[in-house]
């Protein structure tokens, strides 16, 4: 019997979603029902990493060349940039390596992969902005901002961070608890807004060509450079032959957890970003001197959401765990989340009747490990920083403000320590496990 799956929003996770069941779905199971709020696929946004662990979901749908065709694969060296001497303290060594692209690449890769075939089995409705749904025994019915409505079987909220889906599931669990326990339901619409890191960070493409002729010995060109510094910091790295992604963080002290004050993303001058980085490396002071403008971004998360799936509903990527953008944890975790949900959804056991507990089995997969990589996202970008909360226990915070080398080194070996979770255990595995418990469960 025909599964009818709805997919909200037409990001990188919802996307990756509709490839996996495409892949893995018996075409006699398969409808789904894909709904975009904007006129077309968003093909904005700057550069994106993707990791072993993720490189492994492209190679299992047979995207591996075409993912690798597009991307480069910068080693990433970690300097001290806050002084007028800088100099290099450690590189992050990655034993399966790690790949950039623009996102907007990703995007058309993941989209041109959809249409290569005829897609029966898919219908991409786009201007279909999800506003809230209703949830009976037997099937969702999803409210569009345009006054029209659909029915579904099943209801995944790859809708971002901003998430109707999120927005409604957790209304109706604190519904359910408001009247015997109202501090109970306060705190579930509580965990499901999104907070501050107390981070922006300005995004930049800059034109290579641009920086080999105003700086030609740029250590920017020379490949992809974690630029560390007291209380900011600056990633960059190449997305194509021609541009590099840059972004330049600045962290205000005491700022994780408060409310954010103003919006999320705000145009901005590269004057901002000149009287940031004023007093840092001269190479990185041009750099800025030479970027055009920039989009200012407030980091927000998504912190322990406690549990991304309520009966027909279930939510991935950023809709249920919005994080800082530290090792492409954000897109990764997305695709990585589609991929285990996607071979759920594919399992010939798998039905209408049963598949809310089918999604009890996604949650106790993967909200651990998109938690894990939600912290660890979050302390890496605060150790690139020194945050002394942050720092490896024993750090003699003044020498290594002062350039200390043994002290740098720890936490370089702390950041090394770190990036485990990008090979630790591949989605493939975590599908075993879910496999596993989905044979006990139905
Ligand atoms: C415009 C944009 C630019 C980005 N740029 C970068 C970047 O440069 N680097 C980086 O690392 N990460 C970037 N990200 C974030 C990164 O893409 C995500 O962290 C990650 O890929 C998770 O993707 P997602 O599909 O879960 O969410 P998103 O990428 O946010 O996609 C959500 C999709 O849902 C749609 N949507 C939202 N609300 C509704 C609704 N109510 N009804 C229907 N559809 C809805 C949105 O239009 C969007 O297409 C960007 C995201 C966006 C939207």
């Not at 279909?128 to 019915?141: F, I, N, P, W």
């Not at 995944?156 to 359910?176: K, N």
């Not at 705190?187 to 960070?201: H, K, N």
């Not at 056991?349 to 507990?357: G, H, L």
Request: with cysteine; net charge negative.
């Amino acid at each position: 019997m025909t599964l009818k799956i709805a997919i909200c929003g037409g990001g990188i996770s919802g996307l990756s979603l509709a490839l996996v069941l495409k892949k893995f779905m018996a075409p006699s199971k398969l409808s789904v029902d894909l709904y975009e709020a904007e006129p077309t696929f968003t093909e904005i946004g700057a550069g994106i990493t993707v990791w072993h662990r993720t490189r492994s979901v492209f190679a299992s749908l047979g995207l591996q060349a075409a993912l690798e065709n597009r991307a480069l694969s910068p080693p990433m060296t970690l300097r001290k940039s806050d002084t007028k001497e800088p100099f290099v303290f450690g590189a992050l060594v990655t034993p399966h390596g790690c790949i950039a692209l623009p996102r907007v690449d990703l995007v058309q890769l993941l989209v041109e992969s959809l249409q290569i075939d005829p897609m029966p089995f898919l219908t991409i409705h786009f201007s279909k902005k999800l506003v809230s749904y209703d949830q009976a025994a037997d099937g969702v019915t999803l409210h569009f901002a345009d006054g029209s409505s659909s029915r579904s079987d099943v209801l995944v909220g790859a809708d971002g961070i901003g998430s109707s889906t999120r927005r409604t599931m957790y209304a109706d669990l604190a519904e359910r608890v408001a009247q015997n326990d109202p501090a109970k339901a306060d705190s579930i619409l509580q965990s499901a807004q999104p907070t501050w890191t107390g981070t922006y960070t300005y995004r930049t493409l800059l034109d290579r060509e641009k920086l080999e002729t105003v700086s030609p010995q740029n250590v920017m060109l020379g490949g992809g450079y974690l630029w560390c510094g007291s209380g900011k910091h600056v990633v960059s790295y190449p997305v194509s032959s021609t541009l590099i992604n840059i972004l330049f963080f600045d962290s205000i002290p005491g700022g994780l957890g408060k409310p954010l004050p103003g919006p999320s993303v705000v145009a901005a001058s590269k004057d901002e970003v000149v009287e940031l980085y004023k007093d840092w490396e001269e190479d990185l002071r041009v750099v800025a001197e030479n970027i055009g403008n920039v989009s200012k971004w407030a980091i927000r998360h998504i912190r322990s959401l406690p549990q991304y799936a309520d009966g027909r509903v279930v939510l991935i990527g950023d809709s249920a765990h919005a994080m800082s953008t530290h090792k492409g944890a954000g897109a990764g975790q997305a695709i990585d989340d589609s991929y285990v949900l996607g071979r759920i959804l594919a399992h010939p056991k798998v039905t209408t009747e049963n598949v809310a507990e089918a999604f009890k089995v996604y949650d106790a997969i993967r909200r651990p490990v998109a938690s894990e990589a939600l912290e660890c996202s979050l302390r890496t970008g605060f150790l690139y920083e020194f945050h002394p909360d942050y720092l490896p226990t024993g750090t003699d915070v003044e020498k290594l403000h002062a350039g200390d080398r043994g002290e740098l080194k720890n936490v370089a070996d702390e950041l090394q320590d770190m990036s485990y979770i990008h090979w630790a255990e591949l989605p493939g595995r975590e599908w075993e496990r879910a496999l596993d418990m989905l044979e006990e469960r139905l």
